[in-house]
């Protein structure tokens, strides 16, 4: 690999990547001409692939009108189109798009539109978040209060208001039978019962990744759970957030992974695969009388520059007629369950994978030193980041991360574009195969 030369750039270490030369489809190659299969999209981004000419024919032609248009002195089509499409895609009666940048903003949006909902009716005594440990709601302080994911999050409780947190429902872990609708309502009733040890009128709302991202690897709710939550809040007047950031888009065979389970938010996030690694975009989707409220007590106190820049919205609205018109979602949820049956497969060859849970192609897998007990491997192994370097020298990208809560554990995203095939579900399966082994020597 050419060494990448040194840098003024830094994010989280000090650790270099190959330069990215290019990339099509579900492939990327680097400036020594390797190639990478796409296996996370990134981090879960890139849904319908590289290069789409559908969407660079869309942004070329934005481009060449207006590539900015600040939302205080114009509209535009762009951003209209995106959001009468995208309140079409959202649950009934959610018909309000508020854009924004990315999926932090989208849930610091939601988090304050939720807080000025409560001062515009009266309820002002309502400020607690409820949200689940572990999750990962973002970067920006009010989502990193949200956030369960002490790694992330200790460094700055003294900055911040911690939110109080019930556990994520991991029945696998647990011993449960996630099919049981019993293991739904065990875990949907911490809820309840945090909410009245919270104190009712002081809880504002609760904020949930219908099928869990990075911090749970690809937690899928069980039985019942998501009906009961929904439920809960109603009773106390709770507002429901869903956290759709990563499983919005389409990704788990439904454009909302909430279609799943056929439950509504009050409000939603969703970002990444939205404008699908085109242009940086997410978008805030809330129920009209929220919104309604809001405006009416004055309006909503909170807003970003780039909001609806409409290079952005017009990537947007490209990616959404692709997958529509390419059936990707049909595509996701047939490849999807190929995957995960193959990489359920590996539990043979491999008794290192403990686990191997998703919906569509949000897919992880997980590791462990004991199955049946679902130990996790010792620390020192460092699973976590020796099988994604080894499986970058077979030529796949898969993302990682520790699992119960950032302090241990390994789970190991495999999500690639929506537009795989069943010769890419071959391909993953070898290169894993390949670094499984070569993790084990
Ligand atoms: N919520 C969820 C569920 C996420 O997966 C992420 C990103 N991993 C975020 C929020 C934050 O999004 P961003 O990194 O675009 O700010």
Redesign the pocket.
């Known amino acids: 690999m050419t060494a990448p030369p040194p840098s003024h750039l830094f994010y989280q270490t000090r650790r270099r990547r190959p330069m990215l030369d290019q990339a099509r489809g579900v492939y990327m190659w680097d400036v020594d001409g390797k190639r990478y299969l796409d296996g996370s999209s990134g ?2 981004v890139c849904n319908i692939g590289h290069s789409n000419p559908r969407v660079l024919e869309a942004m070329r032609r934005q481009m060449e009108k207006s590539t900015f248009g600040y939302r205080l002195h114009f509209e535009t089509e762009a951003a209209e189109r995106l959001a009468e499409k995208t309140a079409a895609l959202s649950p009934p009666g959610m018909e309000k798009v508020f854009f924004v940048s ?6 610091e949006s939601a988090i304050k539109l939720a807080r000025q909902y409560a001062l515009a009716t009266g309820e002002a005594q309502r400020w607690k978040v409820i949200s689940r440990y572990p999750s ?4 920006t302080l009010g ?1 990193l209060a949200v956030t369960g994911y002490t790694p992330m999050t200790a460094p700055f409780d003294a900055m911040m208001r911690p939110m109080p947190k019930i556990p994520a429902p991991r029945a696998y872990l647990d011993g449960l039978d996630a099919s049981d609708p019993e293991t739904g309502r065990h875990y949907a009733d911490k809820l309840e019962a945090r909410i009245l040890e919270e104190g009712p009128e002081t809880v504002l709302a609760f904020i949930v ?1 219908p099928v869990g ?2 911090s749970t690897g690809a937690l899928v709710p069980p039985a019942g759970y998501m009906a009961r939550i929904r439920e809960i809040c109603d009773r106390y007047g709770v507002l429901l957030i869903h ?1 759709e ?2 499983s919005g888009g389409g990704r788990t065979g439904r454009f909302f992974a909430a279609e799943h389970w056929n439950v509504a938010p009050d409000i939603l ?1 969703v ?2 695969g939205f404008a699908a690694g085109y242009a940086p975009l ?1 978008a805030m989707v809330a129920h009209d009388r929220i919104v309604e409220a809001v405006l009416d007590d004055g309006g909503f106190i909170h807003g970003y520059t780039y909001a609806g820049n409409p290079l952005a919205c017009a990537a947007g609205l490209a990616v959404i007629e692709e997958i529509e018109t390419q059936g990707l979602m049909e595509n996701a949820t047939r490849i999807g369950a190929l995957l995960k049956a193959r990489l359920a497969g590996l539990m043979n060859r491999f008794p290192i994978i403990g686990d191997v849970r998703g919906e569509g192609l949000l897919l992880a897998f997980e590791l462990v030193s004991d199955r049946a007990a679902m130990t996790p491997l010792p620390r020192e192994v460092k699973a976590f980041d020796r099988l994604v370097e080894i499986a970058y020298g077979h030529g796949l990208i898969i993302y990682s991360r520790r699992t119960r809560g950032g302090h241990e554990g390994d789970h190991f995203l495999v999500c690639p574009p929506m537009i795989a095939t069943d010769e890419h579900v071959d391909e993953i399966i070898e290169g894993l195969t390949l670094s499984l082994d070569q993790l084990m020597q």
């Open positions: 981090a879960m990315g999926g932090s903003e989208a849930v990962y709601h973002g970067s989502a990744e991202g990075a956290d950031v990563m996030a970002s990444k997410g």
